[in-house]
């Protein structure tokens, strides 16, 4: 499994950016998906997560700000993040697991549980 993340750049605070993420190599819709973000000198962190069927679940920061989508047509998921702020500034990354869900969202909002990763999009806000 390959993922090509795209869609990131520079934008003033307040503004909007949509993000892709292209999987190939495998059919894309029996997976747990999942958005990660990391900030110079910071850990990496949960964005966001879709199990297949489910609704996404978003980290309290950028819920009601950012939303998660998929079209399995063509194997790829989206992040439309809107009302940016400075602190979103980092490097996103897409994930995914082939493995069974584990039974909580929470178990997934740890990357070391995802198998595949993007090669991330630079997201830079401006104040």
């Known amino acids: 499994v390959q993922l090509q993340a795209s869609g990131g750049g520079l934008v003033q605070a307040g503004g909007s950016l949509n993000l892709s993420c292209a999987a190939s190599?495998?059919?894309?819709?029996?997976?747990?998906m999942g958005w990660f973000r990391q900030a110079p000198g910071k850990a990496r962190e949960f964005v966001a997560i879709?199990?297949?069927?489910?609704?996404?679940y978003y980290s309290d920061s950028v819920k009601g700000r950012f939303t998660m989508s998929r079209d399995n047509a063509k194997n790829t998921m989206y992040l439309q993040m809107n009302s940016l702020k400075p602190e979103d500034t980092a490097v996103y990354y897409c994930?995914?697991?082939?493995?069974?869900?584990?039974?909580?969202?929470?178990?997934?909002?740890?990357?070391?549980?995802?198998?595949?990763w993007g090669q991330g999009t630079q997201v830079t806000v401006s104040s």
């Open positions: 994930a995914l697991t082939l493995k069974l869900w584990s039974g909580s969202y929470g178990y997934y909002t740890s990357p070391a549980r995802y198998d595949y």
């Open positions: 190599g495998r059919t894309f819709n029996v997976f747990v």
């Open positions: 879709r199990k297949s069927g489910d609704s996404p």
